[in-house]
């Protein structure tokens, strides 16, 4: 059993910034990958940006010079920090991490529970 934790959202002016977290709880191996993704209503789900166990990060181009992913290992912790934020930032943030639970099963990806992130004009 994995559990991640997320933790940040809130209603945000424009411009402003906020930090979204996420850990990581339970029973596995190790982590490799860990990223955000967000929804807004009626939109798909959208990739904002990932980060390798090594810290190499890599994001979309909607958020691209406005945001940066970190992460702290010892903790298992992975942050979003999303600066300069305009109303189509408004969404539900989701954390996920993929996860080895074990040393001979392939890596599972597991979800946060969503943060309401909203950006008023």
């Known amino acids: 059993q994995v559990q991640l934790v997320e933790s940040g959202g809130g209603l945000v002016q424009a411009g402003g910034s906020l930090r979204l977290s996420c850990a990581a709880s339970?029973?596995?191996?190790?982590?490799?990958?860990m990223g955000w993704s967000r929804q807004a209503p009626g939109q798909q789900r959208e990739l904002v940006a990932v980060i390798t166990s090594g810290g190499f990060a890599t994001y979309a181009d909607s958020v691209k010079g406005r945001c940066t992913i970190s992460r702290e290992n010892v903790t298992n912790t992975v942050y979003l920090q999303l600066n300069t934020l305009k109303p189509e930032d408004t969404a539900v943030y989701y954390c996920n991490a993929a996860v080895r639970r074990g040393i001979m099963v392939p890596t599972t990806t597991y979800w946060g529970q969503g943060a309401q992130v909203t950006v008023s004009s």
């Open positions: 339970g029973r596995f191996f190790s982590i490799t990958d």
